[in-house]
């Protein structure tokens, strides 16, 4: 049939007419009736039935159709064109048919084709709806298969709901779409099975359709091409093939998609394109097997490959989905989706597939914040049943942040700029039988993160999700629904049902990352990024491993913390944690899970001045801001109590962690190094240069050119140049660079926390922390914690060091360290006014966003034990610069908190942060203080070396208890000198913080944000610690040694001059000031310097007690002397406190640190003191000589000593007012027992002077030596220092009866001493008991007055002390005791005198009860060398005695001459030994004594203070009339009454004490005064002051060279020391230590000589100065000689006993009245004595005695104006040895003397025993023989001219100088000399014994005479002779001589006189009788005369010294 231009009209009453109505009824009809016979025959193919109806063969074609459908009346119409349709159907029913087409049904050969063209359907306003240019489809049967084909050319169809609605309701379609799924489930479910092979192929090209519905936008589906080619075969099995291939696909949603447009370009992206495909091909296959064996499996293979994927999800592309798949899938068939999926498990399938897609976009499209795009250049998927592989390459997720263009371009993955996330390539693999599931990343996985970037994923991940939703509420409604019924209920369930549903099975993981790289920028300029290689992380069951070789994590570019060889681990359980948990049986829980992390290495490196807390806070608040964002609504819906978290576990082998140094310090110091070793190369190659010049000179001569050598200089100049300049470049070449500021590394480290049931929770964990810490007050409300926690630690260490820069010593060595205790963390919950909001900025469209902090910081709660080997502390002021450095570092690491309070120092943060206690036991603790100032020294320290130390600290307390040694390390002989040893010490440091509020209360440190801060008042900062911060810090020491334990050494103290010297230095430099380190502008900080902790003290008190001490002090090594103290039980309290004083001026400077002792207090009992020395010098091996001699110095019983503080102004008033004993220092002495010989004097006197030297020599050679005193003369006396009365002004001038002159300027050394010791002050009044008299005009007393005291300083108490005096050349000993005595020490005000201004010191000793004893020659003392001492029960105070007692009664009493009993040791009585006797030589009395010295050293805000002396006009003349006075050292003794009894013995070792101990003086004086004026004549002449100084700073240098060459020395001969203590027997070595000791001597005798010479010169040049300063000139003054010394002693009344050898029987008695004897040393060494007697009477004593007074004075007056007797001797200094006396006189009054020559022999065998009184001249010649051969003096003058040389008459005599008595003392008594005496010695103590006498005066004596002679001699009575007056000149004698010439001439003069009175009638009666002579025969009465002029002559010569002086009225 052919129909040509067919037109049609159709009007919608067609539609609804009953025609079409009844048709679908029909159909249901039929349908019904094929239900009901389905179960009972085979189900039919649908259109069958039709086929077989139509004819065999049909044809049909239809050109130019048009059908318009209308309603409406036309207003509606729809018009559709056809162009061709073409129908052709043919049948063969002759062929073969096709077999078995259906079970039942065979099909005979057809072919049907249908070809439409050009159809157009069109809307009434003529828009196309449907337009289609050809569809062809035909089918065809064979007798083989049936293959159909379908073709579609360009079919455009758009659909536009709006106009098409209508069509649909008239069509009624709505009503067949509802009843279309039933009929589609039926003809499913009746579908027959078909057996024929079945080949379906279709191509469709060039489609579009646009969809316009009227809810949702609009979209549009268009393709180039879609092929698909479908086999249905079937030979043994069902096998379905199908190929289908889309080219160009692609559909786009939105305003726009309906509007045809061109294709996309290529690799470009179309927003609103939601699904592009360049190329899609997908073949599959399928197999099904017939029969019903399970053998076999349904098979699906699936290959498909997709290029140019992009998918773009979008809310468009969401709502159009929905809405497309509500129209597909109604609602009916809706829920059975659920089921299909749950009934298809149940069929086994055997399926592979293989998906590969090139060139994958996906995008996420939002409104709000830009899109999304996900790029992957291939993606391949191979899985199968068993295995699924994807594979990616080139993954990257980028964002666009504003979709500003129309495409976005799709490069490939490496070409996209600034991507999220990329990845390089991808594979993961699941095996689906094991669950396991292996990811692998390759090379380059690199994510880059920011807040702002966070915020457009997280967008757009909602957006996806709310598609996601809406989709899936679309298709599974009834799905979502139960879900949201059921989520509700699922948290509500009760746990018990929990584990009844079997536990899921977890994936196995498995994850391969080759190289990760993370960056997070958490600030636009601040990021932190992780890299990572071949990490590999496996998860299997509860266990997770992760491995990763290496692992870096940087901040801001910096790589930071690198991590090697780490392996992570969480595992169930592990057996060895199981161990851990052992040692703590409080734990509660038996296993537990565990992280276990394992590395190699862990380096943390900080870059120098780099901000890590900037970064890190950042990176938190972006971390709290997260939690924020995420935490969404199940962050709390678990109220249930959080499961205990797991174990840890960490080993790391090493640990490292390093600040970076400053680079530019790095190589200025290497640089510097490099300069040095430079410029010793150059001057090594200089001296070369050197001599190959001197060698052509000596070659050539002066045939050498000069500039030929001038260009060899020159280009040496230039060689070194260039060499300094490549190994510049070289500098690191070979050795890098060092970078290390402070290296912290650790070895060996295992950490386990264990966490536990019984403290985990909140309210356990509160617990725990009230159990840590007790002693801080809780609140009573409680405290809410943000964080806690609580795990109990187990630590060790092998290794742990902390190193600065290269520095030799490491700051921390600590070996084999253990730790165990438990931890707790907690951080309180802030107050609203403790959250600070931290600002993230976002960008746009959210802003900024903020983020609230806590400010409460994180505390720690500890209770730690632990167990270290060895622990070693090095710290010295040289590290402090390095360290400033590196608390800049530290405070870089954490930001400051935001409150802004002053940051807490680190002491009171650390006191907020940790709490709890820390036990450690450490085996060896040292500590290394530094003593220089160069960081690279290792010699020099100071080492304190604890052993078994056990170490406790808790709040405010630190114990320390061990035994501790101190050493001195010094790179000299004095190396490892332990000059402290203090075994079983326990040392307790209590720390007092003084605050506001109580110390320990930290909870109620509430923080503020700067928006929350309270009100102040004006001119305050607010503070949040204000009650918590400490003011000042009191520390208390306590250090205990009386602990009792097992060993058995005692405390003691080694100390060395040297030792001292180093520790002076080691003080100075670890109390010098530092520099600030990079503080200012221009290193931008300016940050307030941080207090020092030294300076936070307030008041700082030590307590030791120990229960015995043994000091040693030696001098040095070369001169073995020293002092050793031991004493028993001791206790010493010492208190101090701190001043801060600041600095006067605009400058900001440090405060002045002042410690000023205010108490201390000692005890010690059972002191013991003694002198050692060694007789031999030092040995070779540096060590002290065993042999050393030890000798008793003093010792006592206890000691008390007190120190007060020093009180204010209105304090000292009151107290000079009220009670006058207030004494800075007081000391209380206990049986004080002394001993002084030559031996202790002479190592007194050693020890002393190397003191002095030293002294002197250090402060001549510091920068304080040229400071004169600066004294303004116009200026008035200001208020002294401390507070003086106004009304007590210092007198300018003391006026005191001296001597004036230019006194000696070197100080007192006592003094001295005490006053740079002690610088408090008070005043002391001084009593004295003189009666007026001749004690008045003593310049000691006079000097002692007290009104210009400004500092009583000193008194010293002793209670029943006792001295022992030994001389030199008598055996025996006296002993001085005293029951009583006080010694005083006041500082005067500085005053002027004469020209000099001078510091006076006094001291003040009253003695009461005091007793001489001695010896008896019975009685020899030295037994076993042991000392003889007084029982305290005959020193003490007198008391009464009880007659009861027998050895009462023994005793002698308290009288003079009694014999008192000794004792040897300290602890026992005399009875319990071999009780000795001792003789009381005087009896109770009491002595005074006064010593003045003047110092020059005074402080300098004193002396400004004094007024300058006036000058007089007529200056000169004061001059003459006050030339005897000024400041003169002086020493005076008093004595008032006094009982002596002496026998001969006695008296001759008094002497030899008297001049060999206590008129000692040192020698050299003479020397030193020469040398003083030398230098005050050079600066008279050069008076410019800078040329005087130039010479000082000069000889300074010298010196100071001295000593550098001395230090360098000892560090050469450490060096050797060294090197033979590993080989001892090196010649070389010894050879040269003995070169260097030589040269070391050298140098110590240089150093002595010229410091003595510079501080001569700096003495006198301050006097210079200070003289120009009170514009006085230098007067030349050198004729006048000043006193330097002046000594008196004076007695008012004294009773001398002379005894026999027993010293009991008494031979005389003299009696002396007001007795004084003066000596006064002058500056040129000459010397004046001076002795005066008032009144003197000699009494016999010897029994059956004619004359019982033999000597008494004519005249009985005894006027205190008159004196009986004065001797004046004047010395000068010895000439060659020889004594010079310039001038030498005797005044003596008229005497009466009556002597017996009984009496006669028994005195001269008194003073001079074993003499023979008879021989004359014969016997003085044998005497001078005697004293040649032997050096021993043969006779001894009579007392009273011992008493004038008693002082040595000169430096350096000694010994031998004095009047010495021979054969005075007996032989048992004298010491034998110890070494043979050779001719040297001889003519030295030849000429000892020699006096050059320039002038002898004696004027003449009246004498009045009485003599009984022997029983047959003649009597003599009342002769009157005149002894006449005797002058000599220049004459050389011994003392012998010159009594042998006064008494020859006095001889020849008193013979005459004899005769003319024995002529001369005597009257028979009378008073007026003179004598009374019997006459007998000539030769009888001439024989008489001459044995009485014998006689006279005799007597007159033994009592030439005592009585021979005029007497002269004294005078004034």
């Known amino acids: ?422 990845l390089s390539m991808l594979s993961l693999t699941y095996h689906s039988s094991v669950r396991s599931l292996e990811v692998q990343c390759g090379a380059g996985l690199t994510l880059l993160w920011s807040p702002p970037d966070h915020m457009y994923l997280y967008q757009h991940v909602l957006s996806t999700l709310q598609c996601r939703d809406l989709l899936r509420a679309t298709v599974f409604p009834e799905i979502v629904q139960s879900h949201e019924l059921e989520t509700p209920q699922s948290s509500s369930e009760p746990e018990d049902h929990l584990p009844e549903p079997s536990p899921p099975r977890r994936l196995n993981l498995t994850l391969e990352v080759s190289t990760a790289k993370l960056t997070a920028f958490v600030a636009e300029d601040k990021f932190i990024t992780l890299a990572a290689e071949n990490v590999s992380l496996n998860r299997h069951g509860g266990s997770l491993q992760a491995y990763c070789p290496e692992l870096a994590a940087g901040f801001d570019g910096n790589s930071i913390f690198n991590f090697k060889e780490v392996e992570v681990q969480l595992l169930p359980e592990l057996e060895e944690m199981i161990l851990h948990r052992n040692p703590f049986p409080v734990l509660q829980t038996l296993r537990n899970r565990v992280w276990l992390f394992s590395l190699g290495s862990v380096s943390v490196e900080f870059p120098y001045q780099y901000d890590f807390s900037r970064t890190l806070d950042e990176a938190v608040g972006v971390q709290k801001w997260l939690k924020g964002l995420h935490r969404g609504t199940h962050a709390w819906a678990s109220p249930g109590p959080a499961p205990l978290p797991p174990d840890l576990l960490l080993k790391v082998q090493h640990f490292s962690w390093v600040f970076l140094d400053d680079v530019f310090e790095v190589k200025l110091h290497d640089n510097y190094e490099l300069m040095k070793d430079e410029s010793k190369e150059s001057a090594k190659r200089l001296q070369l240069l050197d001599a190959k010049v001197a060698a052509l000179r000596k070659q050539h001569g002066e045939l050498l050119p000069a500039r030929k050598i001038e260009e060899l200089y020159a280009s040496l100049e230039r060689k070194n140049i260039e060499i300094y300049i490549q190994r510049s470049r070289r500098l690191y070449g070979n050795t890098p660079m060092r970078r290390a500021l402070l290296t912290w590394s650790l070895a060996g480290l295992e950490l386990v926390a264990l966490a536990d049931s019984s403290f985990h929770g909140p309210e356990r964990v509160i617990e725990q922390v009230r159990e840590l810490d007790p002693g801080s007050p809780f609140p009573a409300e409680g405290i809410d914690l943000v964080i806690q926690w609580c795990r109990m630690l187990k630590c060790s260490v092998k290794t742990f060091l902390v190193r600065i820069r290269d520095y030799p010593r490491y700051l921390f060595e600590i070996r084999d360290w253990r730790l165990m205790g438990r931890l707790a963390g907690t951080e309180q919950s802030g107050q609203p006014c403790s959250r600070r909001r931290q600002i993230l900025h976002l960008g746009l469209p959210w802003g900024n966003v903020a983020v609230e902090r806590n400010m409460p910081p994180l505390k720690f709660y500890h209770d730690f034990h632990s167990e270290i080997f060895q622990y070693t502390v090095v710290w010295g002021p040289c590290w402090d610069p390095a360290w400033t450095l590196i608390g ?487 002993i001085v005791s005293a029951a009583k005595a006080q010694l005083l020490q006041c500082q005067h005000h500085p005053a002027w005198y004469g020209d000099t201004l001078k510091q006076k010191t006094s001291w003040t000793c009253l003695l009461d009860g005091m007793q001489y004893f001695a010896t008896t020659e019975s009685s020899p003392t030295e037994q076993d060398g042991r000392q003889l001492w007084l029982e305290v029960k005959n020193i003490e105070e007198h008391r009464e005695r009880s007659l009861d007692s027998v050895q009462e009664l023994m005793e002698s009493g308290q009288a003079v001459g009694g014999m008192v009993t000794t004792t040897t040791d300290w602890n026992q009585p005399a009875e319990a030994q071999q009780a000795q006797q001792v003789q009381r030589i005087i009896s109770r009395c009491n002595c005074r004594m006064y010593y003045i010295s003047y110092s020059h050293d005074i402080d300098p805000e004193l002396a400004t203070q004094i007024k300058p002396p006036e000058v007089h006009e007529n200056q000169e003349k004061e001059d003459l009339l006050k030339k005897q006075e000024g400041a003169v050292d002086t020493f005076t003794l008093i004595h008032h009454e006094l009982e002596i009894s002496t026998n001969p013995a006695q008296y001759a070792m008094i002497l030899d004490i008297v001049n060999n101990l206590l008129l000692h003086v040192e020698p050299k004086r003479k020397e030193h005064s020469e040398k003083k004026q030398r230098v005050r004549f050079q600066l008279e002449i050069s008076s410019n002051p800078e040329e005087q100084r130039s010479s000082i700073l000069h000889l300074q240098e010298a010196v100071r060279q001295h000593v550098a060459q001395i230090r360098h020395l000892e560090k050469q001969m450490y060096s050797i020391m060294k090197s033979l203590q590993d080989d001892s027997k090196n010649e070389n070595l010894l050879d040269l230590n003995q070169k260097l000791q030589l040269q070391l001597n050298q140098e110590k005798a240089n150093l002595q000589l010229e410091s003595e010479e510079l501080n001569i010169l700096i003495r006198c040049f301050k006097d210079f100065q200070l003289q120009r300063a009170n514009k006085m000139e230098l007067r030349k003054q050198q004729e006048d000689v000043s006193v330097v010394r002046r000594t008196e002693f004076y007695f008012a009344q004294a009773r001398w006993r002379l005894t026999e050898e027993d010293g009991q029987l008494g031979i005389a008695e003299l009696e002396l009245q007001r007795f004084l004897y003066s000596k006064v040393n002058k500056s040129d060494d000459t010397a004046e004595h001076l002795l005066e007697l008032g009144w003197f009477t000699m009494n016999n004593l010897l029994p059956n005695a004619i004359y019982k007074v033999v000597l008494r004075p004519q005249s009985s007056c005894q006027s205190g104006r008159q004196l009986a007797l004065r001797l004046f001797s004047k010395v000068r200094p010895p000439v060659g040895g020889i004594s010079v006396k310039e001038h030498f006189e005797v005044n003596v009054v008229p005497l009466t003397i009556q002597l017996s020559h009984q009496f006669f022999h028994r005195m001269m065998g008194f003073f001079f025993p074993g003499r023979n009184v008879e021989d004359d001249e014969v016997g003085d010649e044998e005497d001078k023989s005697k004293l040649v051969t032997t050096g021993i003096p043969v006779v001894k003058p009579r007392q009273l001219m011992a008493t004038d040389d008693a002082v040595p008459l000169g430096p350096g005599k000694g010994v031998a100088q004095g009047l010495t008595r021979s054969s005075g003392v007996r032989r048992s008594f004298r010491k034998l000399p110890e070494h043979p005496v050779d001719d040297i010695d001889k003519m030295k103590e030849r000429a000892a014994m020699n006096n050059s006498f320039i002038y002898i005066k004696i004027p003449q004596v009246p004498l009045c005479v009485s003599y009984k002679g022997e029983k047959n001699s003649v009597d003599w009575g009342d002769l009157n002779l005149v002894l006449p007056c005797l002058e000599y000149h220049n004459n050389t004698w011994t003392w012998l001589d010159f009594a042998m010439a006064v008494k020859r001439d006095s001889r020849k003069a008193l013979v005459a006189q004899v005769i003319k009175e024995k002529l001369r009638l005597k009257p028979a009666t009378g008073s007026e009788v003179r004598g009374k002579l019997e006459t007998k025969s000539d030769l009888n009465m001439q024989q008489q005369e001459e044995e009485k002029a014998r006689l006279l002559i005799g007597l007159s010569v033994g009592d030439k010294n005592p009585g021979k002086k005029s007497i002269f009225s004294r005078r004034k």
Request: glycine fraction near 4%.
């Open 888 to 1374: 800049q570092c530290v405070d870089l690491l954490t930001k400051p908190s935001a409150d802004p309070s002053p940051p807490l120092p680190w002491w009171d943060k650390s006191r907020l942060l940790f709490h709890g206690d820390w036990h450690m036991d450490i085996e060896q603790a040292n500590l290394h203080q530094l003593a220089t100032e160069d960081p690279y020294n290792t010699t020099e320290n100071m080492h304190w070396e604890w052993n078994h130390l056990s170490f406790h600290w808790k709040p405010g307390q630190f114990v320390f208890k061990g035994d501790l040694d101190v050493n001195v390390r010094t790179a000299s002989k004095y190396d490892d000198c332990c000059f402290l040893h203090l075994p079983d010490l326990c040392m307790t440091l209590d720390l007092q913080w003084l605050c506001h509020g109580n110390p320990h209360d930290h909870h109620s440190v509430t923080l503020r944000a700067p928006e929350f801060l309270p009100e102040v008042p004006l001119g305050q900062l607010h503070d949040s610690y204000r009650a918590f911060r400490s003011e000042n810090l009191n520390l208390s020491i306590k250090m205990d040694l009386t602990r009792h334990s097992g060993t058995i050494s005692q405390p003691r103290i080694l100390l060395y001059s040297s030792t001292l010297r180093w520790m002076q230095n080691f003080w100075a430099t670890w109390t010098s000031v530092t520099r600030p380190i990079c503080r200012g502008k221009l290193f931008n900080n300016l940050k307030p310097s941080k207090k020092k902790l030294g300076q936070h003290y307030k008041q700082l008190s030590c307590t030791a007690l120990f229960p015995q001490l043994q000091v040693h002090y030696w001098a040095s090594f070369a001169q073995q002397r020293g002092i050793q103290i031991e004493c028993s039980q001791g206790h010493v309290f010492t208190r101090g406190t701190q001043r801060l004083i600041p600095q006067a001026g605009t400058v900001m400077r440090r405060l002045i640190s002042e410690w000023s002792v205010t108490q201390m207090v000692s005890d010690l009992s059972q002191v013991t003191v003694h002198l050692m020395a060694s007789p031999t010098e030092e040995n070779a091996d540096h060590c002290l000589d065993p042999l050393i001699t030890k000798t008793h110095l003093l010792s006592l019983s206890s000691l008390t000593y007190q120190r007060h503080s020093n009180r204010t102004t209105e304090e000292e008033l009151s107290t000079r007012d009220g009670d006058p004993a207030f004494h800075t220092h007081q000391l209380y002495l206990v049986d004080l027992r002394i001993s002084w010989t030559t031996t202790n004097r002479d190592i007194a006197f050693g020890l002393y002077d190397g003191y002095k030297k030293a002294a002197v020599l250090k402060r001549n050679l510091s920068t304080e030596a040229l400071k004169g005193l600066k004294i303004d003369p116009q200026m008035s006396a200001k208020k002294p220092k401390r507070g003086i009365p106004p009304n007590a002004q210092v007198p300018p001038h003391v006026s005191t009866p001296s001597f004036s002159g230019r006194p000696d300027k070197g100080s007192s050394g006592g003094a001295y001493m005490l006053q740079k010791l002690i610088e408090e002050t008070d005043r002391f009044v001084v009593f004295t008991e003189e009666e007026s008299g001749m004690s008045d005009q003593l310049c000691g007393i006079a000097a002692c007055q007290t009104d210009d005291i400004y500092n009583r300083n000193c008194l010293i108490e002793l209670v029943n002390c006792q001295m022992v005096l030994r001389g030199a050349e008598t055996e025996g000993c006296v």
């Open 1 to 422: 049939m052919d129909v040509w231009t067919l037109h049609a009209e159709l009007h919608e009453g067609l539609f609804h007419s009953q025609l079409l109505c009844q048709t679908p009824g029909r159909k249901s009809k039929s349908v019904s009736c094929s239900d009901l016979t389905e179960d009972f025959a085979e189900p039919t193919l649908p259109g069958l039935y039709l086929l077989q109806q139509l004819p065999d063969q049909v044809k049909v074609k239809m050109e130019n159709t048009s059908v318009v459908l209308s309603m409406n009346s036309q207003k509606r119409h729809l018009t559709w064109t056809l162009k061709l349709l073409h129908f052709l159907y043919h049948r063969d029913e002759d062929q073969l048919p096709l077999r078995s087409f259906t079970a039942n049904y065979d099909m005979a050969q057809m072919s049907t084709e249908l070809l439409l063209e050009d159809g157009l359907l069109l809307s009434q306003s003529r828009q196309r709806i449907v337009c289609l240019n050809s569809l062809k489809a035909n089918v065809q049967v064979t007798t083989i298969d049936l293959s159909a084909s379908l073709v579609l050319n360009t079919c455009i169809i758009h659909y536009r709901h709006q106009e098409f609605s209508h069509w649909l309701l008239m069509l009624a379609l709505e009503t067949q779409g509802a009843s279309l799924p039933d009929l589609k489930q039926r003809k499913k479910r009746t579908f027959p099975q078909i057996l024929a092979p079945i080949i379906f192929s279709t191509s469709v090209s060039n489609v579009s359709i646009s969809i316009q519905l009227g809810d949702t936008p609009p979209f549009a589906l268009g393709f180039n091409s879609i092929s698909l080619d479908y086999q249905h075969l079937r030979p043994q099995s069902i096998h379905q093939r199908a190929v289908l291939t889309v080219d160009h696909l692609c559909w786009r949603v939105g305003s726009e998609s309906h509007i045809q447009r061109a294709p996309h370009p290529p690799n470009m992206h179309v927003w609103g394109e939601a699904l592009v495909l360049d190329s899609f091909t997908l073949q599959g296959s399928y197999n099904q097997p017939l029969g019903l064996s399970s053998t076999q499996s349904n098979t699906l293979f699936l290959d498909c490959a997709i290029r140019g994927l992009q998918v773009e999800i979008s809310d468009i592309c969401a709502q159009c989905l929905s809405r497309i798949l509500s129209l597909l899938i109604p609602q009916s068939e809706k829920s059975a989706v659920s089921r299909k999926s749950s009934l298809g498990e149940s069929v086994t399938l055997l399926w592979k597939v293989d998906l590969k897609v090139e060139d994958m976009n996906l995008f996420t499209l939002s409104a709000l914040v830009g899109a999304s795009e996900v790029r992957l250049d291939t993606l391949t998927v191979l899985g199968s049943a068993e295995t699924s592989t994807v594979g990616i390459q080139g993954l990257v997720l980028a964002l666009v942040k504003s979709v500003t263009e129309k495409m976005q371009p799709c490069c490939k993955a490496p070409d996209i700029p600034t991507p999220v996330l990329s």
